[in-house]
């Protein structure tokens, strides 16, 4: 099994930044890739950000390109993801996830095998 515990999240204004971590824990040579997702009121878990523990390129939803930035500290088994020029609309809670196998459709929830418990991001206008 695998734990990852989430961090960082609070309450910014808009065009401010943040930057949440997730460790992992346990058997974390299972790893094979990591992302991140977002799920706002209402609305369905949202695909943020992926990276490939063995180094390869990472990948970005559409809303966050050029803004976030998704990056990985092996010898920690830690991921991050810095977030800047924030939006209100980028307001959710924001969930890590692990792949056991890195999948093709790396943006579909699905294809992850573990997953944090949350933390909350609040971009105020």
């Known amino acids: 099994q695998v734990q990852l515990v989430e961090s960082g999240g609070g309450l910014v204004q808009a065009g401010g930044s943040l930057r949440l971590s997730c460790a992992a824990s346990?058997?974390?040579?299972?790893?094979?890739?990591m992302g991140w997702f977002r799920q706002a009121p209402g609305k369905e878990r949202e695909f943020v950000a992926n990276?490939?523990?063995?180094?390869?390129?990472?990948y970005y939803g559409d809303s966050v390109k050029g803004r976030f930035t998704i990056s990985r500290d092996n010898a920690k088994n830690t991921v991050y993801l810095q977030m800047n020029s924030l939006k209100p609309e980028d307001t959710a809670v924001y969930y890590c996830?692990?792949?056991?196998?890195?999948?093709?459709?790396?943006?579909?929830?699905?294809?992850?095998?573990?997953w944090g418990q949350g933390t909350q991001v609040t971009v105020s206008s």
């Open positions: 996830a692990a792949m056991k196998f890195f999948s093709a459709r790396y943006y579909d929830r699905t294809s992850y095998d573990y």
């Open positions: 346990g058997r974390t040579f299972t790893i094979n890739s």
């Open positions: 990276c490939c523990w063995s180094g390869a390129r990472p």
